[in-house]
């Protein structure tokens, strides 16, 4: 943690390391501040043209949807003219298929999904969670439905009653086919399930026996998306021969086409994905969705103002063959995410895996060792996150004493200094700053410090060590999913605020506490003054508004901090600090004194 500086110690003499420390607890808080909002940026996706495929589709005819009256016949695969017998079922009938991981209900109006329900995880009401943004779905598409260039061919796949190789329940591992045939269009749509996250699909749409365009779609965002930072969380995931890209949702061009080939092609909010990896990565085409969506802008109150979010959706197929591809429909979990993979060119399951959609921004180089070391107390130490936070911080606090101890010393040496560096500013405080003569004064200070050992940076260069390790910890806590509705004594949600302030308060207070124990070096009062009293305030307004993990974090932090504090003052460079101090505040005594009598 950082070291404030103590309020009491009125040092005069050299600034230039009070300062440096002041820069660089600066710069960290207005890191951490816009750490969120300035992410690496990738170029807007370049739109396709687009004449070919609407001409393709163009073809298809758009009689009215309403087949709920065609009786059911042979297989639509078998079709292959306009002379073919219409298959169509005669009612809306839905289909459960269920593994340990989620419930998924499909309806044969579409053959898309209505419900993707995620069995180990719920949402903010306590209700299992379900992916399907129900009210966007019913405006924008379904999970799993056609997306289709021609709107009125895309509404008629949309509104079709398939028939359902089965329904009711249905054992995984399995399959389910729904098959669909009218005037000439034929579709035909495969799901296969196993035990994992992942569910296999294929399509063929056909018109008077020639293919159209096919692209499964996932067009409605998340189903976990509820405010408005939830929704600016979300991102466009691509990967391209290997190299991942994300898009922030400001950049997705609504309707762009992104010719392939891809790895893998999907969206994702922060904690949650739908990724489309193609069997074939070198013909696949991706179409980028992005509807602006009104939102209540208090949740508690649904009838109340709005406001407009984006919503991010994703195509993904081929414009020539029938589209064959897997969906990923789960938490952003590293090892879940690591037993995903894409198909690599000699078609297995071997390609780059889904990792990279789990983004810990700049730091991530820190925070995913950081998490791993997180993963390993919460598994085998104690089974509790905010406790397994505690461990880890006391870990990394106990790594950061060698630099706070090179701190100390670094500080020790330039108070012993201080008086020789005074005479030498007493010497030239006559010339102004402008005098060329000044720079000898810049001179006789450094030959000072080197002759007597004095490492200007001292103070700070440790501080570059810790910094790193604070922007890790905190990307790592306001990421992983795992956080997210852990309980630890009265915190409910370890990636929401502290609803009762708690640990704000504790960070202010304990903040103040380091800073008043803490030797200073030689700063004047009006730093002394910020630093004591302004930085632990505006900490402490940070983690009003941060999750309640990093606040944890940062408050114990503080508190190991006091501790080592309180220890170090009883060590022999402690007490040499403050008798330093002493002596110095005893000669401005009388000083002081002649001025107020």
């Keep these: 943690m950082a070291e404030i500086q103590n309020p009491n110690q009125k040092s005069g003499g050299k600034q230039q390391d009070s300062r440096s420390f002041l820069v660089f607890s600066l710069v960290f808080v207005v890191m951490l501040l816009a750490l969120q909002y300035f992410r690496p940026k ?3 996706p370049q739109p396709a043209e687009q004449k070919q495929q609407q001409k393709q589709s163009a073809a298809a005819p758009a009689s009215p949807a309403t087949d709920s009256g065609s009786n059911a016949a042979a297989p639509a695969g078998n079709a292959t003219g306009p002379a073919a017998a219409s298959v169509a079922a005669s009612g809306e009938q839905t289909t ?33 969670l379900d992916l399907v943004n129900r009210e966007a779905a019913a405006k924008f598409g379904y999970p799993l439905s056609l997306y289709s260039y021609d709107a009125g061919l895309r509404q008629r796949m949309a ?42 699909v294929t399509a063929s749409v056909t018109n008077n026996g020639s293919p159209l365009p096919t692209l499964v779609a996932w067009p ?66 991706v179409i980028s969705l992005n509807n602006a969506w009104s939102i209540p802008k208090d949740p508690k109150q649904p009838k109340g103002a709005t406001e407009s979010v984006p919503l991010l959706g994703a195509a993904v197929g081929s414009m020539s063959t029938p ?26 399951e071997t390609g780059p895996n889904l990792e990279p959609i789990l983004n810990f921004g700049w730091f991530g180089w820190i925070a995913k060792p950081l998490f791993v070391v997180l993963r390993f107390t919460y598994d085998h130490i104690v089974a509790n996150w905010g406790w397994s936070i505690l461990i880890l911080t006391l870990l990394l ?7 706070r101890i090179t701190m100390m010393k670094s500080a ?5 200094i201080q008086p020789e560096m005074q005479q030498i500013k007493e010497k030239y405080k006559k010339y102004k700053a402008t005098d060329p003569r000044r720079q000898d004064m810049n001179k006789e200070i450094m030959e000072l410090q080197r002759r007597e050992g004095v490492n200007m940076f001292g103070g700070c260069l440790p501080m570059l060590i810790q910094y790193p390790l604070l922007y890790g910890f905190y990307e790592m806590l306001e990421n992983v999913i795992e956080l997210r509705h852990a309980h630890w004594f009265w915190l409910h949600d370890l990636a929401a605020p502290d609803a009762l302030h708690i640990l704000p308060i504790f960070v202010i207070l304990t ?87």
């Design 42 to 44: 990738k170029p807007e």
């Design 96 to 128: 459960t298929v269920e593994n340990e991981n989620y419930r998924i209900v499909f309806t044969n109006r579409g053959a898309e999904v209505r419900s993707w329900v995620l069995k180990r995880y719920e949402d903010d009401n306590g209700k299992p």
């Design 159 to 200: 509104t079709a009653l398939y028939v359902p190789s089965a329904t009711g329940s249905l054992a995984v591992p399995g399959e389910l086919t729904f098959d669909y045939s009218s005037g000439g269009l034929v579709v035909k749509k495969t799901f296969r399930f196993d035990a994992s996250y992942v569910v296999h």
């Design 220 to 285: 409605a965002g998340i189903g976990d998306q509820n405010t408005l930072a939830s929704y600016s969380k979300a991102q466009f995931d691509t990967s391209q021969n290997g190299k991942f890209e994300k898009t922030a949702t400001k950049k997705v061009s609504g309707g762009a086409t992104l010719n392939g080939p891809f790895d893998y092609a999907g969206i994702s909010d922060l904690y949650f994905g739908a990724i489309f990896l193609p069997d074939q990565p070198e013909q696949t085409s």
């Design 323 to 348: 589209v064959s591809l897997r969906v990923f429909a789960g938490p952003k979990v590293i090892s879940v995410l690591n037993s995903v993979k894409s198909t690599s060119a000699n078609g297995t």
């Design 397 to 403: 606090n106990l790594l950061m004493l060698p630099t």
């Design 412 to 416: 020790l040496k330039m108070q012993r």
């Design 511 to 597: 903040m103040f506490t380091t800073s008043y124990l803490s030797p200073s070096p030689g700063v004047d009062p009006a730093q002394q003054k910020m630093m004591a009293f302004m930085m632990p305030l505006m900490f402490g307004f940070i983690m009003l508004n941060i999750g309640s993990g990093v606040a944890l974090y940062w408050a114990a932090g503080n508190l190991i901090t006091t501790g080592m504090q309180v220890i170090m003052n009883r060590t022999g460079m402690g007490k040499q600090m403050r008798e330093i101090a002493a002596k110095r505040a005893a000669k401005r005594l009388p000083r002081s004194g002649r001025r107020t009598a």
